[in-house]
């Protein structure tokens, strides 16, 4: 993992980093907390961002918990929050945005931030990932041999013929 000790500032997409780590609990108020001490501990001056149109109206936009600056975002995504935010510094040099979401960092880089993966920042999953659909043995369906195309067993590549 690099040294970030430069950065003044990192700014967290919430959403994407629960994603990212894996991070499952009974609910989602449990994943949060438990991503924000995960980000106390990793990164304490940090600032995470969650996306929040439907949440209760009594959760204030801005609050620190667990130590960490933590934004909910009602009136527009927390991607453009964190956008935002690099855009009005003084300096995007000295902020860092932690997503997986390309489009997110592509854009935070333009602006002159560092932009990370959340695992490169905060560290690997909690488990290891589901295999991807590709992955998976098909089940149920007959294994299909050349013969069943109408193919040889083998095939000679050097054989004229195939040309």
Do not use: W
């Not at 000790?5 to 949060?32: C, F, P, Q, Y």
């Not at 204030?60 to 934004?71: L, N, P």
């Not at 453009?80 to 860092?96: F, G």
Request: net charge negative.
């Amino acid at each position: 993992m690099r040294d970030y000790n430069s950065v003044v500032r990192a700014l967290i997409d919430g959403h994407n980093a629960l994603g990212a780590l894996r991070i499952r609990e009974k609910t989602h108020e449990a994943a949060r907390r438990a991503l924000l001490r995960r980000v106390a501990v990793k990164a304490p001056d940090a600032t995470v961002y969650f996306d929040a149109r439907e949440a209760p109206h009594h959760l204030a936009e801005s609050t620190c918990e667990q130590g960490v600056d933590v934004r909910y975002c009602r009136r527009r995504e927390a991607d453009q929050a964190i956008l935002e935010k690099v855009r009005a510094s003084d300096d995007a040099r000295e902020l860092i945005v932690v997503t997986n979401d390309r489009e997110v960092a592509g854009r935070a880089a333009q602006l002159g931030a560092q932009a990370v993966g959340v695992a490169e920042f905060l560290g690997p999953a909690e488990r290891p990932a589901e295999p991807s659909r590709g992955d998976r043995p098909l089940r149920n369906f007959p294994r299909f041999t050349p013969k069943d195309f109408g193919l040889p067993d083998e095939v000679d590549l050097s054989d004229p013929d195939l040309d």
